[in-house]
Each structure stands twice: as C-alpha cells, then as structure tokens.
C-alpha cells in the first residue's frame, strides 16, 4: 500500500507549470516555398503558399519560408530586459522581425551542400525598439537536409522572452523533474549489486533494468538542455528515448512476470506477445513522442493484465500493482506531451523508490534473520564446547618457574596479567605464575574463557554475577567472591555473551 500511496502523492502535489510570456499564434501562420534569390522573405500572399499550423510546415529535403504573427502589449514592452526571439525547430533557420533580419541559425539551403545545420534550440536577440504595441510580424526561412529521420512536426516553437541561453530555457523545463535522477540511480546501485550476490536475482536484475533504462531515457531527455547540439543529433536522441522506453516497458513485464511467480515458458510467451503489441503500439502512432508513449502504455496494460490473471488465480496479491498499472496505462492518453516530459519520470522514480525501500526492509529482516542464526550457532558451539570440556577437560600448558606445567581448564577460575607474569587462579584458591604475556595464553584457552579487560580473562563457568557502574564499566563476581573489573569499552560484549548463554 506505501509504493502506490507515494506514487498518488508524487502525482497530484507536483504541478505542471505554465509561462506568462507573450505567446505566438502557431495555429495559423503562412507558408511559402524558398530559393537561392530570395534577399528576404516574400509577401506570403503568392499561389503557392498555404496556411497551415506552424506544426504543419515541413523544410525537411526543402527549403521554406513561414510567416507567424505576435501580439505584443504595452506592458510587454515597458520591461528593462532585453528580449529574444526563441525558435525550437530540426532545422536550420534565418529569422526576420517585421523585416529587420535578426540573424540566422546555422544556414538554411536548397540542399545539403547549401545547407549548414544549425541547433536544435536558438534564441535571437530582438532589439525592443524592433517591436511595436500591437501585431508584430515573425518572417523564418528553414531547412532540414541533414535529418536521419523523417519527423512529423519537425518545427515545434517559436516564442518571445528575456533574451538568454536557450539551453538553460529548456533545462528549466525540466527542473521538476530532474531530482528523480537520484531514484533511478538509488535503484540500480541496490538492485545491481542485489543481482550480483543477492538471493532473487531475476527478479532484482529486472528491478535494475528498469532503473537503469529509466535513468537512461530522463538523461537523454534532458540532453536538450544541457548542450545546444546541432539539429542531426537530434534523430539520434529521439531513437535512444524510443530504446530506453522500449528497455523500460520490457524490464518492466519482467519484474511483473517475476514478483508474481510466472513460470519460464509461459513468461517467454508473454515477453514474446508483448513484444509484438508494443511495436504495433508504435507503429500505428504517429510521432516519435506517441511511439514512445505507446510503447510504454501497452507495456503498463499487459503488465496490469498479468497481475489480474495472477490475482484472480490467487497464488499472490496482485490487485494493488493491476490498480498502478493500469492507471499508468491511461495516463499518457490524459496528460498528452507532459507525460514524457514529467509524469513517466515522477510514475517511474516513484515505483523504484518504493522498491528500494522493500529491499531496505528486506535487507534489514533478512539481518536481522542471520544475526539470530549466528547467535544460535554460537551457543550451541559453546553447549558443545562445555559438554566436550565436562567429558574430557582440556589441558592447559604452563611454563612457571622454569618448569612445564599441564593443568584441566575448567579447573581455573580466571588468568590476571602481573607484568612479564600471569596470575593463573585455581579453583581450589591456588595461584600459580606463568612465565610469558597474557594473549599468548589467551590463544590456548577454551570458547568458557573471555577476555572481560586488558588484564583479566575469567572462566564464565565459575561467573555468579554482573555489576555494571553508571559511566558504563562495571565488575564480574566469580564463585569465591572475587571482583574482576571489566572495562567499559568491552561491558557490551561481555553482557552480551553471558544473555546469550554464548559463554
């Protein structure tokens, strides 16, 4: 219930944001062709020119001339900040202010060898007194001979703000979402090494995938607003997105088909039929931008379908994930561009982090799990250890005053380093010196000895009580009254073995 909470709140707190900027009017411009002795742009009220939206005109294997229209206010003009004309478009352009040239982006051309490609995002300096209260005209040539790829809307704005660089414009549209990043990296870290060494392999290696091709897909996004790169490269990043969103969805029914315990065959069969309905998702969409939402909205419904099947044959809970699913399978339909340029981020960066937090708790259980294990393990090797020392006590070896000694271990009651010397206390109150350092000793003792200081080791089989001072050290009452002081740096250990029987 805490993954799908989150991921409601992600998407209903963070708003999309809109510009108060003086906009342009895209839905109806003119477009006429151009040629090599065009000194400027034409009337834009010859035979061959058409009126179309400025989403419309294609200078793909051409060379164009569009005509927009801008509506400019007083108050639009009565700032102090220079303005700039910002024109977005795969293609090169030149860019015309009621028929004053402003400059030019790259070089439009005929052809490709007339052709400079110029940036993907540009932005024009536009001197105030060159716009008017009123209707100011915009005047773009454009071309586009060097596109890998044919787009359908190869000019996508041209809008009026503060002059500056058009990449830090773009990057500030993705501000919101940029913070996600950290979620996809979080996610690939932990899931990868859970991979590696961890117990569900498959099944954290899908997780991975999926962080990691999103992680991907949001860096190639936002590639736009960190380097103005020319135009062509713009084809290569729109088909890493499309890869990416493709690496998504497919890791995505992974996970799906793991977590929920599909098993081999048929979860081939299913990657293979979602294969083939994510590209006739893309291939009846028109765009880049619906292939890519396409493909990730059928991915979500046949994963959604899955968790329903799973669900209703009642093997695991699947309900709660078909719900996410499946609204995340409609929300492309509802939220059109913002969802590529936000939501799937914000839908994506909050499922691996819900993720990430299982695995922390599992981690943590799975701990905890071990650490009884071991503790288990070790009293029952002390059992045995004592059990062993009843049946047949070991012999420890003495070297004192010149000769060798052998004498039963659970006949001493504690060792006191004295110097060069070693108090070793019997049982029967004798106390014989032992030539040679305390570790040295400490080495040959059985698992009934512990080390409760620097200069004490008792036999837990002779401790009767423990008494512990309020600055943390504390003292050790052996049968026959004595008191061993035990250090406050080692009270927790030894508390810790003598609650746990361990000693």
Known sequence: MRQWLFLLIV???????????????????????????????????GPDCETMSFWAADPQNREIWIEIRLTMTAEDLSGARPLGVYVSARASTELYLNGVKLGANGRPGGSAAAEIPGRIDAAFFAPRDLFRAGENTIALRASAHHGLLRLTA????????????????????????????????????????????????????ATAAMAGFAGAQL????????????????????????????????????HVLVRFGVERRAAAALITGSVLAMIAAAALSRGFDAMTASILSAAAAIAAAICIWRAAAGRRPGWLYAAGLGAAAILPWLTGSAFLNGWFYYLAGGLVLALVVEQSFAFARERQRRLKEERRAHVLDAALARARQAAQPQKIQFVSAGRVIYAPANEITRLNAAGDYVEVCFED????????????LEESLPETFIRVHRSHIVNADFVQSLERDPGGAGRLYLAGGAAIPVSRRIMPAVRSALADGAV
């Open 154 to 205: 190869p000019m996508q704005w041209v809008s009026v703000h503060a002059y500056g660089d058009p990449t830090q414009a773009v990057l500030a549209a993705y501000w919101p979402v940029l913070p996600v990043f950290a979620c996809f990296v979080i996610g690939v870290a932990v899931f990868g090494v859970s991979a590696w060494r961890g117990p569900a392999r498959r099944l954290s290696a």
């Open 219 to 254: 860096a190639a996004e936002t590639l736009r607003g960190v380097t103005g790169y020319a135009y062509p490269l713009h084809d290569y990043r729109l088909i890493a997105i499309l890869l990416c969103a493709a690496g998504f969805g497919l890791s995505l029914l992974a």
């Open 429 to 440: 109150g004798r106390t014989v010196l032992y030539n040679g350092p305390l570790a040295a």
């Open 11 to 45: 998407l209903w707190v963070l708003p999309l944001t809109a510009s108060g900027a003086p906009q342009t009017a895209l839905d109806s411009v003119r477009v006429c062709p151009a040629g090599p002795a065009d000194a400027g742009p034409p009337s834009f009220t």
